[in-house]
């Protein structure tokens, strides 16, 4: 029998040795030396998610084609809100990518509200598209500037950015939209799984298939990546709204690249392949990206991008999606219309009522 005193002995020794190895995650090198696991846990980190210093939100701000600029007003208040407001600011800086063109005032008056600038300049349909009259919208004013919103893949020196349209009012915080990681490659997609499209070319139906050869890459080059946003849904949807299988572009969290930039460049210039860009940048990203393909979008809380917002589920929103500045507009209920402009009123108010 062993005694009382060399047993107490043995029983502390187990146990601080159980708790050095529990308290202190270690492994031992081929020399027998023992090296903590944080090194490897941070870089498992940074391989799904970059470095949380290089987030930012960031939202595009273009020429106005009228008098009135009320997308300018919009980017105040979505500035106002994910930088001071106490309910909604995040951690997180705001960029405003500015089209070349736009009016240095505006500019001016952005980077006082707290934003950062980065100006870029504007990639029209005719920079893109092969044949304009392939596509199915007429170049207006409306649609000239939307295909620049591309250009936030060219953004690297940020590891993820959160691009919020101008017309998006944050109602709750949603920082935690950053804790989407990266995706790798998928299993191979299935061509009959594929977006079908018809080539006017030749009359025929086929299938959306990517040769990467086209875009001077190999497909590791493309990889990790990410695109997530929430499904589109139409005016009269379910709460919550029920999976589409399209995504909305106003709101998106994606990992910059130029390899993935040079690829949209590359099947934008066909717009019979997405949808004859009927919503332009949009149908776009949703072929490049569509959820049977080589890069799967990921779906988020659809509460994140709150499109055709309807007054019962007002509580669950984490933003509306919509311009309701339009007051005199049919399309959303007069709880969002009296969220803005208290927004809007508040944000001036925080500015001193400096609106030039």
């Known amino acids: 029998m062993v005694p009382l005193h060399r047993f107490k002995s043995l029983l502390l020794a187990v146990l601080l040795i159980f708790g050095i190895f529990t308290f202190y995650p270690s492994r031992l090198s081929p020399d027998g030396a023992i090296h903590t696991a944080t090194s490897t846990t941070v870089h498992a980190s940074k391989e799904l998610h970059g470095d949380p210093k290089k987030y930012t939100f960031l939202a595009l701000l273009t020429p106005s084609s009228s008098d009135d600029d009320p997308y300018f007003n919009a980017t105040r208040v979505l500035v106002h809100r994910l930088k001071y407001h106490p309910v909604t600011k995040s951690k997180y800086p705001i960029h405003i990518m500015v089209l070349r063109g736009t009016d240095e005032w ?44 591309l250009r936030i893949f060219q953004q690297t020196q940020f590891d993820k950015l959160c691009v919020v349209d101008s017309d998006i009012l944050p109602l709750k915080n949603i920082d935690d939209i950053f804790d989407t990681p990266f995706q790798g490659k998928p299993p191979n997609p299935i061509p009959s799984d594929q977006h079908r499209y018809r080539n006017p070319n030749d009359g025929m139906s086929h299938f959306f298939l990517e040769d990467f050869q086209d875009y001077n890459a190999t497909i590791d080059d493309f990889y990790p990546y990410l695109l997530a946003a929430t499904y589109d849904r139409g005016e009269h949807h379910l709460i919550p709204p029920e999976p589409t299988g399209y995504f909305n572009a106003g709101l998106m969290l994606i990992r910059p690249s130029l390899f993935h930039f040079e690829r949209l460049l590359k099947i934008g210039a066909y717009p019979y392949k997405y949808d004859h860009a009927r919503m332009m940048e949009q149908s776009l990203l949703n072929v490049a990206f569509g959820e049977h393909g080589w890069f799967p979008w990921t779906p988020v809380d659809p509460f994140y991008n709150g499109v055709w917002c309807s007054p019962p589920e007002y509580r ?8 309701f500045w339009q007051f005199d ?9 009296a969220e803005w402009y208290r927004a809007y009123g508040e944000m001036l108010a925080f500015h001193q009522y400096q609106i030039r």
Do not use: C, W
């Open 106 to 149: 505006k500019i001016r008056r952005l980077e006082a509200d707290g934003a950062s600038i980065l100006l870029v300049d504007p990639i029209s349909p005719s920079d893109m598209v092969l044949d304009l009259d392939s596509m199915a919208n007429d170049i207006t004013d409306r649609f000239q500037h939307m295909f620049t919103k």
């Open 316 to 323: 669950h929103l984490k933003t509306a999606h919509g311009k």
């Open 329 to 337: 507009s049919t399309e959303f209920a007069s709880i969002y219309f």
